[in-house]
């Protein structure tokens, strides 16, 4: 059976300074290994919800939510254990450096760690090598490209052995090129290392090739499913601030000329392969 990494119930939230709940009683479970889209318009709470998700932030009422994470309920006593299962790579690569060169930036994680100068010089050169970026280890991060920059930045957390990654529309930035290159290695190490991804994205390929999508609309949690389920409802995609994937619009208009493509058929590759 696959082991819940994330479970959250009944979670709701509202800042300080505004009256308003941004999160309104949210419950969802995600299992290790999985790929979650969060999406939804601006200001729907996606952000908020991730920062609930590592302790940046604290629910409205925890005696009668939680947030479970790999077993571990947030709380006071928990929340460092929890940040250590949680890495995140955010929208502006360039927020995100520390270090004069790009080993020094990587092997920054795992100051104050227990970790010592043998086991970095080892932890370094590998994680480096997982995502490519080894023979710029004495490059200077900001004479980096952006992909290759949050290369850099995905090994930063690699070295701490994450369990989640969450990606905050880590590849907007990015050229196509860029962001294919982000999101094939993060694929692999989601198949090679069982880690779980959540990522805020707008990326349509991106959300059709995830295991479920979870979709936000002001603060409420519409859905949670497998693209096939939410693409299926036109008025959760407008909710959603989506637009359907191109082969969803194109097994559309075969529908309409009569000809039915099987539900197993995601990509325009399959959907040439199925005609031909
Ligand atoms: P999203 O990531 O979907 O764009 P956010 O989680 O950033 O949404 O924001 C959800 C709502 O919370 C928005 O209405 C936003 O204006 C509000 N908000 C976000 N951060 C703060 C903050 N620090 N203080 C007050 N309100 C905030």
């Not at 520390?98 to 086991?119: H, I, K, P, Y």
């Not at 490209?145 to 052995?161: F, T, W």
Request: glycine letters at 6%; a negative charge.
């Amino acid at each position: 059976m696959s082991k819940e990494i994330i479970s959250v119930k009944n979670v709701s939230f509202t800042y300080r300074d505004s009256k308003k709940k941004v999160l309104n009683n949210i419950s969802f479970t995600v299992n290790k290994g999985e790929w979650v889209s969060i999406v939804g318009h601006n200001g729907s709470g996606k952000s908020t919800l991730t920062k609930l998700l590592n302790g940046l932030l604290i629910a409205d009422d925890p005696k009668n939510s939680a947030i479970y994470i790999d077993q571990l309920l947030m709380s006071e006593n928990n929340v460092w254990k929890i940040r250590d299962k949680i890495g995140i790579v955010f929208q502006n690569p360039d927020n995100q450096f520390v270090g004069a060169t790009v080993e020094d930036d990587v092997a920054f994680g795992l100051e104050n760690r227990n970790v010592t100068r043998s086991q970095m010089l080892k932890i370094v050169p590998e994680v480096l090598k997982e995502v490519d970026m080894l023979p710029y280890k004495k490059t200077e991060p900001q004479n980096l490209s952006g992909g290759q920059k949050q290369r850099v930045a995905i090994a930063g957390i690699l070295v701490v052995n994450p369990e989640i990654i969450i990606l905050d529309e880590a590849t907007s930035m990015l050229d196509p090129e860029g962001r294919n290159e982000i999101l094939s290695i993060i694929r692999q190490l989601q198949k090679e290392k069982d880690i779980t991804v959540l990522s805020i994205t707008h990326n349509i390929e991106e959300i059709n090739k995830s295991d479920r999508v979870l979709v936000l609309n002001r603060g409420n949690l519409l859905k949670i499913g497998t693209p096939d389920e939410i693409f299926a409802e036109k008025t959760l995609i407008e909710e959603a601030g989506l637009e359907l994937p191109f082969v969803y619009q194109l097994k559309e208009e075969l529908k309409r000329r009569g000809l039915q493509i099987p539900g197993s058929i995601k990509t325009e590759e399959e959907l040439v392969d199925y005609l031909c």
